[in-house]
DNA sequence: CCCTGATTCGC
DNA sequence: GCGAATCAGG
């Protein structure tokens, strides 16, 4: 890893978008990357890749919450996911066709490969999942899961 | 108040 | 070009 201090490099631009397509939030899509908010947000906008400004959440379930239950629900992000995943002894979560053998570079991507980003940019054994990912989604069926959960606030649009 | 994304504007 | 500050909406 270089010591220049990292801009916006392919990599991180190549995350960006590929996050920003799997509807991740913009919160999410920084945190992952290791920037602000505004800093994936600025980049968006100069990329044009802002969804107009129709964004008007959607999420306002969060205005119903109970009065002495003040549970908070932290954004899921990636490390978070893999950490479910990996560091629970006793709570296996059986993450079904997640394989690392099929794991391949950026440029080795296509529509029927999972886009999951393994290890971080810039890392030496930085690449993708690249399993078998079903009916054009990016992701295979396992980490479409992690994905995709149903308690993430990655789900807004509407619905 | 919290959250979200979008734009502005100094750097 | 970058991103913190600010704006706008829910």
Redesign the pocket.
């Known amino acids: 890893m270089p010591v220049l201090s990292p ?2 490099t392919d990599e991180r ?1 190549e995350l960006l978008k590929q996050h920003f397509e799997a509807g ?7 945190a992952d990357i290791g ?13 044009n ?12 379930e ?2 119903l919450a109970p009065p002495a239950r003040a549970s ?1 629900a932290v ?1 899921r992000l990636q490390y978070e996911m893999l950490a479910t995943i990996y560091g629970e002894t006793d709570a296996p979560v059986a993450p079904g066709s997640i394989d690392d053998a099929n794991r391949c570079s950026l440029l080795e991507l296509s529509e029927n490969r999972c886009r999951w980003p393994i290890s971080s940019p810039g890392e030496e054994d930085f690449c993708f999942c690249g399993n078998t990912a079903p009916d054009g989604q990016p992701y295979c069926t396992g980490h479409s899961r992690l994905a995709y959960r149903p308690n993430s ?2 789900r ?1 649009m509407r619905g």
């Open positions: 801009t916006w631009i991740l939030s913009c919160r999410e899509i920084a920037v602000s908010r505004n800093a994936v947000i600025g980049k968006l906008s100069r990329l890749l802002t969804r107009s400004r129709a964004v008007e959440d959607r999420r306002l969060r205005s908070r954004p606030r990655a807004m």
